[in-house]
């Protein structure tokens, strides 16, 4: 079939298109990908794609143009896929850009000096033939060390298509050295359609085996970022495990350092405590004898009535506090103290009018409910010290409430073998930042407070083998219940001698 042919023309033609076609849209459809070795390759492919336009349309270029420019734009192309490779190992040094051009353009300037001086054509052929074989070698080389280093079967298209161009390239420049020319079907003439048509065919290869290798490696990619992403999220776990113990270990030991501090704490008060009134108890009844010998010297001296009842009523407050130092002795001396019997209902009344005139003086609407008309046992003084508390404290959280609007309940009532009495007022209620302290010795809220009274009402509901809490439900102001039983049990703390 003639060459120009339009069959041929046809041929050659649709055949450049996909010359064209695959390498550049290989090029454009990874633009913004990043992948920088991807694109040389495409753009060394392509350019393979602008000799082969050269070489069909060789005979319309001028003569310097056609043979030394498409053998070193050749070169170049291999040179360009060659770098392209080099860069996806790592460990392999990569031949710096400009070597890749000094060598195209050495080519360039040897075959248009022999091309000039028209000498040794074949041989100016054999050259080219030569040099672009050894660049393919390499190439192979390069490919397969790609292949291992990224475990890629894709490699191995790559490997066969230039192992068959490099082979048809040393065939040829046998054959050429041999026999001073090329066999029709391996030289690339436009009249050599079969070779020409296998060439063609090696663009389909080479991209798609770049394709398979850029499929593959993203995915292994994808696979090792998944595996990191999966170690990391363990990690993190694990580190978030391991704050939860420590911050498990933080709040234990918290625990127990504040424990030991409230232990501390009961342990040098109650010690305080009893120290004083141990050293109180001798003044206070010097104090007493010396009342008395007043009174007796007084009714001898028929001293005037007013001084008569002064002295009664020093010897009465005297006598208060000698019980208050008492009590106090017995609450921390360790000794079991002598326990009085009475109604919880009559002991309520008692503490009420104690406080029967702060009560009208502040006018807090007292609301009774009185329901615990059972006797138990208790320590003198020592419940009614728990309810004065609770009454004063309830009372000093309505300081803040409109006088016409302050309200106290007290209620009390029987539960099995345990009497009960809740305190509730409308007041502000508990502050946030005491709630969890209340109870603790020294948490205190008021300027002028201490901190010991509800620690000390505890203590007594302890000591008596009750509990005093406060009512967690409770939505207006605060409200304390009070638990007592109506006879302790034998193991309660008032019954014991501390060791
Ligand atoms: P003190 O009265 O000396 O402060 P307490 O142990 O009796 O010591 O009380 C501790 C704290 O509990 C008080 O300072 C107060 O903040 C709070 N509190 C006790 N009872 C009430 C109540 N009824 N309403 C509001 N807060 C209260």
Not at 408 to 432: F, K, M, Q, R, Y
């Amino acid at each position: 079939m003639p060459h120009d042919h339009p069959g041929v023309q046809l041929l050659l033609l649709s055949g450049l298109a996909i010359y064209w076609l695959i390498p550049l849209s290989s090029w454009w459809m990874l633009r913004g990908d990043g992948n920088r070795n991807a694109r040389l390759w495409f753009l060394g492919t392509g350019l393979y794609s602008l000799v082969a336009t050269m070489f069909v349309f060789g005979k319309w270029l001028p003569p310097l143009m056609a043979a030394p420019l498409m053998a070193s734009l050749g070169l170049l192309s291999v040179f360009m896929m060659l770098a392209s490779l080099q860069r996806e190992v790592p460990r392999v040094k990569a031949i710096p850009y400009r070597g890749y051009w000094a060598g195209a353009v050495l080519e360039y300037v040897l075959m248009s000096a022999l091309y000039v001086g028209q000498v040794a054509l074949p041989h100016m052929y054999a050259l080219h033939l030569g040099l672009i074989s050894l660049a393919e070698i390499a190439l192979i080389v390069q490919a397969n060390r790609v292949r291992q280093q990224h475990q890629s079967q894709a490699m191995w298209i790559l490997i066969a298509t230039f192992m068959a161009f490099a082979l048809t390239n040393l065939v040829r420049v046998m054959e050429l050295l041999l026999t001073g020319h090329f066999s029709s079907l391996l030289d690339f003439t436009v009249t050599s359609n079969a070779s020409l048509i296998v060439n063609y065919l090696s663009v389909i290869f080479y991209c798609y085996g770049y394709w398979g290798f850029v499929v593959e490696k993203s995915r292994r990619q994808l696979v090792l970022a998944t595996k990191e992403t999966v170690q990391a999220q363990a990690n993190e776990r694990l580190a978030l495990h391991r704050e939860e113990l420590s911050q498990d270990l933080l709040r234990e030991r918290m625990k127990w350092m504040e424990q030991l501090t409230a232990i501390g704490k009961l342990a040098q008060s109650g010690a305080l405590s009893a120290t004083i009134a141990h050293e109180v108890n001798q003044p206070l009844a010097a104090i007493q004898l010396n009342i008395e010998e007043s009174q007796r010297m007084a009714q001898d001296s028929q001293a005037p009535a007013p001084m008569q009842q002064l002295l009664k009523r020093i010897e009465h407050d005297n006598q208060r506090v000698a019980q208050i130092v008492q009590r106090v002795r017995w609450m921390f001396s360790g000794q079991p103290s002598p326990m009085q019997s009475q109604i919880l209902d009559d002991l309520v009344q008692v503490v009420l009018q104690l406080h029967a005139q702060r009560l009208s003086r502040e006018q807090v609407q007292l609301h009774l409910d009185l329901q615990a008309k059972r006797p138990f046992q208790f320590a003198p003084g020592e419940i009614e010290h728990v309810l004065m508390n609770l009454l004063d404290n309830a009372l000093d959280a309505l300081q803040s409430v409109p006088s016409q609007a302050r309200h106290i309940t007290l209620h009390t009532w029987c539960e099995t073998n345990t009497l009960c009495l809740s305190v509730a007022d409308n007041g502000p209620g508990i502050p946030e930042a005491l709630r969890d302290s209340i109870f603790e010795l020294l948490g205190t809220s008021k300027t002028t407070g201490m901190g010991v009274g509800l620690w000390l009402a505890r203590y007594i509901a302890e000591r008596h083998g009750g509990t005093l809490t406060l009512d967690e439900h409770n939505t207006t102001g605060a409200r304390f219940v009070l638990r007592i039983p109506q006879r302790p049990l034998t193991d309660a703390p008032i019954l014991r001698t501390k060791d």
